[in-house]
C-alpha cells in the first residue's frame, strides 16, 4: 500500500495550475453514451476516477481513445450490454452517472448495487424518482435496480427534488434531453458541474434552459450527435491549494481557478483574515507575515453554499487559527471521520451532531493518520505541512481518486512531501 509522507514545511509559495474538475468530468463522461457520435473531451485530469469511467464506458461497449494526454475521445456506436459491472460500480459512486445515458438512449438499465448496500444507505432514491416521474418502471431487487422506459419511451415532466441532489439532477438531465415533451427540475442542484454538463449537451444538440438556477426547464430532442467540450477546473482543487496557502502562512498564486466558483472559500479566508485577490488568470491567496489569523464559524450547504468537498480542509486550517470555530455539516450525514485523524495530530476537536467544535490555536505534531475519504486525505496533506515531525499518511488511493499529480503540485510550492510504494 503507497503512503504520502509530509514532514513541516513553512510557508507555501509560488504558483499551481488547477486541473479539470473531477465532478465535471465524471458526468460529462457519462454522457457521451447518449449519442453514437463520436465526442471529445478535453482538459481530462489523470485520476483513478476517470480511468474507471474510461473502462466502465467501454464495459458499455463504447469506444475509449485517450491516446493523447489529457483528452478522451468517446465513440458510443453500438451500446453492447445496459448491465453495469458490478465490480466498476463498486469502485466509483459516480458510476450511478451510466444510469440517464443509457435509460436515454437504450430504454433498459441494470445497476448494481454493490456490497448489499441497500437504496436507504447509499441513496438513489431521487435518482429514480426522476426516472419514475419520466414514466420509467423501477424494479428493485436486492443488489440491484432495473430501470426500464417501455414502449413508449421517456416522456417529459415536472420534477421536484426534495434536496438539490447534484447526482440526480445530472441523471434526470441526462435522461430527459431524449424524452418526448419538456422536463422541468424543481429545486434542482446549481453546481457549475451542472453547467458544464448542460453545456456539453446543448453543444450536442440538446435543448436545456436555466442550467445553474433551480429550476431547468429541458425540451426533449429525437437525437443528439458529437461534440468537442473542455472540462471546467476544479474548484474543490482550488480552494485546497487556496486552503495551503493559508494554513502553512504563505504566499500562491491559484492558477486557472474561477474566483465566482470559490465564493464562500475566498469570503470564509478573508473573514479570518488572509488576503485574497483575484488576478487576470487565477486567485492569489497571502497569509504571509506575522498576521494573526482567527476563527470563523462555517455551515456546508449545496451551491451557492459554502461547499461540503472543502469542510475537512477548511478544518484543518481551523485548528492553527486564534480562537474557537464551528464547522456544522448539512450536506452529508457522516462527514466528520476526519476528525478521528486530526486529533490524532493534537488538534482536540469534538463533534456532537453534525457539529464540530474546533478550539484553534493548536501546535499540531506528525502522526500515522488515514485519508478517510477524499477530501479528508487532502485536510491530512494540509495538516501534515504545518504539524512538527512527519505525517504518515495511509489508503493514499482516496486521494489519488481526485487530485491530478497532487505531491508534485504540493513539492513546486515548497511541501516536503513524498509518496513511497509499498509492497
Ligand atoms: C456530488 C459530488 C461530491 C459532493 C456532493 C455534494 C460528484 C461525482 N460528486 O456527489 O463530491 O460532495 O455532490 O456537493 O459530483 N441524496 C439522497 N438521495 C439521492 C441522492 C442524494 O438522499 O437520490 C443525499 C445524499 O445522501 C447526500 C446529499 O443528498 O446526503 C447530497 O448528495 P448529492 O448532491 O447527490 O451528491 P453526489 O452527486 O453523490
Do not use: W
Not at 424524452?179 to 457549475?192: L, R, V, Y
Not at 476563527?295 to 485548528?319: C, E
Not at 505541512?385 to 487530485?403: C, K, M, N
Amino acid at each position: 500500500m503507497s503512503k504520502i509522507f509530509v514532514n513541516n514545511s513553512g510557508p507555501l509559495m509560488g504558483e499551481v495550475e488547477i486541473s479539470g474538475a473531477k465532478n465535471a468530468v465524471l458526468p460529462l463522461m457519462a454522457a457521451t453514451l447518449l449519442t453514437a457520435d463520436e465526442c471529445v473531451i478535453e482538459s481530462v485530469p489523470d485520476l483513478a476516477d476517470v480511468s474507471v469511467m474510461k473502462k466502465m464506458l467501454a464495459s458499455y461497449g463504447a469506444q475509449v481513445d485517450d491516446s493523447e494526454p489529457g483528452v478522451v475521445k468517446v465513440k458510443a456506436e453500438n451500446i453492447t450490454t445496459v448491465e453495469g459491472d458490478p465490480e466498476l460500480v463498486q469502485e466509483m459512486r459516480a458510476s450511478t452517472m451510466a444510469m440517464g445515458p443509457l435509460l436515454a438512449r437504450c430504454g433498459r438499465v441494470v445497476q448494481p448495487m454493490p456490497g448489499g448496500c441497500t437504496i436507504g444507505k447509499r441513496p438513489i432514491d431521487l435518482h429514480l424518482k426522476g426516472f419514475r416521474s419520466l414514466g420509467a418502471k423501477v424494479i428493485e431487487e436486492e443488489d440491484r435496480v432495473i430501470i426500464e422506459a417501455g414502449p413508449e419511451g421517456l416522456k417529459g415532466d415536472a420534477i421536484y427534488l426534495d434536496f438539490p441532489s447534484v447526482g440526480a439532477t445530472e441523471n434526470i438531465l441526462m435522461a430527459a434531453v431524449l424524452a418526448k415533451g419538456t422536463t422541468i427540475i424543481e429545486n434542482a442542484a446549481k453546481e457549475p458541474e451542472i453547467v458544464d454538463l448542460a453545456n456539453l449537451l446543448n453543444k450536442m444538440g440538446a435543448k436545456i434552459k436555466s442550467a445553474g438556477t433551480d429550476m431547468i426547464r429541458i425540451e426533449g430532442v429525437e437525437r443528439l450527435s458529437g461534440a468537442i467540450h473542455g472540462v471546467i477546473p476544479d474548484r474543490i482543487e482550488a480552494g485546497t491549494f487556496m486552503l495551503a496557502a493559508a494554513i502553512t502562512r504563505g504566499k500562491v498564486h491559484v492558477k486557472n481557478a474561477i474566483p465566482g466558483h470559490v465564493r464562500p472559500i475566498i469570503s470564509k479566508l478573508k473573514e479570518s483574515g488572509v488576503t485574497v485577490e483575484l488576478t487576470d488568470d487565477g486567485i492569489f491567496v497571502d497569509a504571509s507575515g506575522d498576521r494573526e489569523l482567527v476563527a470563523t464559524d462555517i455551515k456546508t450547504l449545496p451551491y451557492p453554499g459554502f461547499p461540503t468537498d472543502i469542510q475537512s480542509p477548511f478544518m484543518a486550517f481551523l485548528t492553527t487559527v486564534k480562537g474557537k470555530s464551528v464547522c456544522r455539516e448539512t450536506v452529508f450525514e457522516n462527514r466528520f471521520m476526519h476528525v478521528v485523524e486530526l486529533n490524532r495530530m493534537g488538534a482536540d476537536i469534538t463533534t456532537e451532531n453534525r457539529e464540530a467544535i474546533i478550539p484553534g490555536g493548536k501546535k499540531l505534531h506528525g502522526a500515522k493518520v488515514r485519508a478517510t475519504d477524499l477530501r479528508a486525505g487532502a485536510a491530512m496533506i494540509l495538516a501534515g505541512l504545518v504539524a512538527t515531525g512527519t505525517t504518515e499518511i495511509s489508503e493514499i488511493y482516496h486521494i489519488e481518486r481526485g487530485y491530478e499529480n497532487v505531491v508534485k503540485k504540493f513539492k513546486a510550492l515548497g511541501a516536503d512531501i513524498v509518496k513511497v510504494d509499498e509492497d
